[in-house]
């Protein structure tokens, strides 16, 4: 069972930054997959952000050359460095994990239980 807590969200004005932080436990292993969702009203859940310990990170296109992921593997933790923020980046951002390297359609079975972030114009 791997546990994820989120922390750093906030509202702030748009042009502005926000590092979002995830901390995670409870994992057997280290061969774990971790991502970075967001969900706003009335929309669907988006992954913004993936990363393993194999692979070069992948982004939506949208938050591309602004956000970046990371990973403190002596930490547990699970970064998400906004720029530039949006208004349309508002959401409620979620945390989630699987064992395993990252693949396209994969599954994620463990989340947080997310943090909000609020960007005005």
């Known amino acids: 069972q791997v546990q994820l807590v989120e922390s750093g969200g906030g509202s702030l004005q748009a042009g502005g930054s926000l590092r979002l932080s995830c901390a995670y436990f409870?994992?057997?292993?280290?061969?774990?997959?971790m991502a970075w969702f967001r969900q706003a009203p009335g929309k669907e859940r988006e992954e913004v952000a993936v990363?393993?310990?194999?692979?070069?990170?992948t982004y939506v296109d949208s938050v591309k050359g602004r956000f970046t992921i990371s990973q403190d593997n002596a930490k547990n933790t699970l970064y998400l460095q906004m720029n530039s923020l949006k208004p349309e980046d508002t959401a409620m951002y979620y945390c989630?994990?699987?064992?395993?390297?990252?693949?396209?359609?994969?599954?994620?079975?463990?989340w947080g239980q997310g943090t909000q972030v609020t960007v005005s114009s």
């Open positions: 990363i393993d310990s194999d692979s070069p990170p």
């Open positions: 409870g994992h057997t292993y280290s061969n774990l997959c």
């Open positions: 989630a994990a699987h064992y395993g390297a990252c693949y396209v359609g994969h599954h994620f079975l463990y």
